[in-house]
């Protein structure tokens, strides 16, 4: 598992990261990293297995005894060591070219509020399809582009959230048909949102502004009612 060097690593317009991702800029204890991990197969499935797009470790850190298999890798060559020196094996690569991993190698990934920001998702899906095993296991999140409130932005005449930090905006529908069409099909779910009169009464209360009420939402509703969805895939 050779790292590419700097030098072959793509122009910014395809770059896999964003600036502000060079530092741990995701707290360890975002709603998408509690929300997956309730998802994240017992070690005895788990396997060997990649948080692609790891930062410095922040979900590797959350996982416990089930990431002492799991290794990381990210875009940015410090955001790797520092995974590293946290005590989780990592490299640098970038997710918009091939993935440095042989052919049904591993038994799992990660890929935790990465890809809508790879401008050639279907070819990373792809790439990972191509790295795991029959039966293994992808676990990815990624917003819900139109999530009621993304709705309400767009009547309003306001462009999509974050458009130019991420390069990809996924209906729940079209990752679903993204995902099948590499031969994923979805085993569980935890999608959640947020309940927005809750957290404001919470903030009344003095409890912090960044403090939301979220629930995990049921899977019929995702389309309207989730924030984020939160996979659990497998490959057939």
Not at 19 to 34: G, L
Not at 38 to 52: K, S
Not at 123 to 149: C, K, Q, S, Y
Request: proline share 8%; glycine share 8%; net charge positive.
């Amino acid at each position: 598992m050779s790292s590419p060097s700097a030098e072959s690593l793509a122009a910014p317009v395809e770059t896999a990261a964003h600036p502000n991702d060079r530092a741990p800029s995701h707290p360890p204890d975002r709603s998408w990293y509690r929300f997956a991990l309730r998802l994240l197969p017992e070690p005895r499935r788990a396997g060997r297995w990649i948080d692609l797009g790891c930062g410095q470790g922040e979900f590797l850190g959350r996982t416990g005894h089930q990431s002492t298999s799991g290794l990381g890798l990210d875009f940015w060559p410090e955001n790797a060591r520092a995974a590293s020196r946290a005590g989780h094996p990592s490299l640098a690569a970038d997710l918009n070219h091939p993935l440095p991993f042989r052919d049904a190698s591993l038994d799992g990934v990660a890929l935790i509020e990465v890809i809508e920001h790879i401008v050639r998702a279907e070819d990373l899906l792809g790439e990972i399809a191509r790295v795991l095993r029959p039966g293994g296991w992808l676990l990815l999140t990624t917003p819900n582009a139109v999530h009621w409130t993304y709705r309400w932005r767009t009547l309003t005449g306001h462009p999509p959230k974050q458009e130019g930090y991420h390069y990809r905006f996924f209906t729940r529908d079209r990752l679903a048909d993204k995902a099948a069409e590499q031969g994923f099909e979805i085993e569980a779910r935890a999608s959640y949102g947020k309940q927005a009169l809750l957290s404001r009464l919470g903030r009344l209360a003095g409890r912090d502004r960044r403090d939301k009420v979220r629930y995990r939402v049921p899977g019929p509703f995702e389309g309207l009612l989730a924030q984020h969805f939160v996979w659990r895939m497998v490959k057939r």
